[in-house]
Structure formats: structure tokens, C-alpha cells
């Protein structure tokens, strides 16, 4: 199985900040990588896929980017609806598998 | 409104069943692969089945390979997860999740559409 390690597990962050999570992929995946949010007692929703492709509805302030097995999500300017929790999945083989999380809280 | 509505869960025995339904609504799933996605209490997510548009391709995660069976029924926009052999360690909230395409295929799915989420607790 492909394993995702998302850093950190958990930040602290101000609304304004620029904020990084990374996930590191246990093998090449290519660009089938996709990044969630998730808020307390809500379902996921879908930010980012194919490593770099904002969805539909999504604000530009999420943006993905991909080296080689390492992917990055950043928020360029932290608004307070962004603290949430923050998974990335890959589709490159079976079995789906998610990172941990990354938990943004408010500084 | 576009939405996934799941229902059937509840508590059970272990080594009971208990079967889930996503109802679709303002959208026809007929075009679309679906999964179920779950999660443990404070816990991560984790993939547990996915079937193809046409209901042909079924996958599933190891730990519920055998005991779990996905299908769907396109006439009634619906989709189903039969919970066999249930064990304390499948207690999580379930998730429907639709993907963007309809083949079973793994490479480039994406869940753009999910469910609000039904609980199973299996305990004695």
C-alpha cells in the first residue's frame, strides 16, 4: 500500500498568515494526488486534485503543487473559514489512502 | 439542491449485520463511480469499497474484503453496503462519496460529492 505522511500533524496559525502542509508519498504517484478540508462534523470537501488543479468553487487562495513525491497545499492568506482539518489522497493505485491530517488552529 | 443522503446505521452487535444506503438527490449517479469512505471516532479517513457507474467493478480494502458488499441500484439513484461479521474496529461514521468519473479504474479518482454521514457503533 501507499502510505502519505503529512507535516505537520498540527499548526498554529493567525488569520492573514501564509500557511504550507506537505505530504510525502512512499513511492511515485505521479500527479493523482488530492487534498480535503474538513470541518468538525462535516464531510470532506475536495480543494485541490491532480496535485495542482483547483475545483470548482474553491477560492484562489488554496493552491497544490507537486516535486517528485513530495506535495504541497498552501493557503496564501488564512481566512478564519479555513481552520479545519486537512487530508491529501492518492488515486495512483489501489488501495485509496489518505495522509494522517493537518490540523489548523487558531493562534 | 445536489446531495447524498446515507442512512442505516445504528448500533450492533459484533458479529452482526447492518446494511447502509446513499440516496442521491438532484443528481444522477448512473454516470459516476461511487465509494464509501469512513472514520473512526478522532480518527483519519480511510477507503473502504468503491463500484463502477454500471455497478460491474467492484474494489475493496483489505479489512473488509469478505465481510463488506457494495452495489448499487441506478433505476432508484442509490447506493448500498452490506456490513457483514461486523467487528468493534469498523465503528466509524460511513461516507457516500461520488467520484468525478465512472470507471472502476483507480488512477485520477476524485471524490467531488460526499454524504453528511451515518454512524455505526459496534459494541456489546
Known amino acids: 500500500d501507499i502510505q502519505l505522511t503529512q507535516s505537520p500533524s498540527s499548526l498554529s496559525a493567525s488569520v492573514g498568515d501564509r500557511v504550507t502542509i506537505t505530504c510525502r508519498a512512499s513511492?511515485?504517484?505521479?500527479?493523482?494526488l488530492n487534498w480535503y478540508q474538513q470541518k468538525p462534523g462535516k464531510a470532506p470537501n475536495l480543494l485541490i486534485y491532480?496535485?495542482?488543479s483547483l475545483q470548482g468553487g474553491v477560492p484562489s487562495r488554496f493552491s497544490g503543487t507537486r516535486s517528485g513525491t513530495d506535495f504541497t497545499l498552501t493557503i496564501s492568506s488564512l481566512h478564519p473559514e479555513d481552520f479545519a482539518t486537512y487530508y491529501c489522497q492518492q488515486s495512483y493505485s489501489s488501495p485509496l489512502t489518505f495522509g494522517q491530517g493537518t490540523k489548523v488552529e487558531i493562534k | 439542491e445536489v446531495q447524498l443522503v446515507e442512512s442505516g446505521g445504528g448500533l450492533v452487535l459484533p458479529g452482526g449485520s447492518l446494511r447502509l444506503s446513499c440516496e442521491a438527490s438532484?443528481?444522477?449517479?448512473?454516470?459516476?463511480?461511487m465509494s464509501w469512505v469512513r472514520q473512526a471516532p478522532g480518527k483519519g479517513l480511510e477507503w473502504v469499497s468503491t463500484?463502477?457507474?454500471?455497478?460491474?467493478?467492484?474494489d475493496y480494502a483489505d479489512a473488509v474484503k469478505g465481510r463488506f458488499t457494495i452495489s448499487r441500484d441506478n433505476s432508484k439513484n442509490t447506493l448500498a453496503l452490506q456490513m457483514n461479521s461486523l467487528r468493534t474496529e469498523d465503528t466509524a461514521v460511513y461516507y457516500c462519496?461520488?467520484?468525478?468519473?465512472?470507471?472502476?479504474?483507480?488512477?485520477?479518482?476524485?471524490?467531488?460529492?460526499w454524504g453528511q454521514g451515518i454512524l455505526v457503533t459496534v459494541s456489546s
Open positions: 513511492q511515485s504517484i505521479s500527479s493523482y
Open positions: 463500484i463502477s457507474n454500471g455497478g460491474t467493478g467492484t
Open positions: 462519496a461520488k467520484d468525478w468519473k465512472g470507471g472502476i479504474a483507480v488512477a485520477g479518482t476524485r471524490f467531488d460529492l
Open positions: 438532484g443528481i444522477t449517479l448512473s454516470s459516476y463511480a
Open positions: 491532480a496535485a495542482s
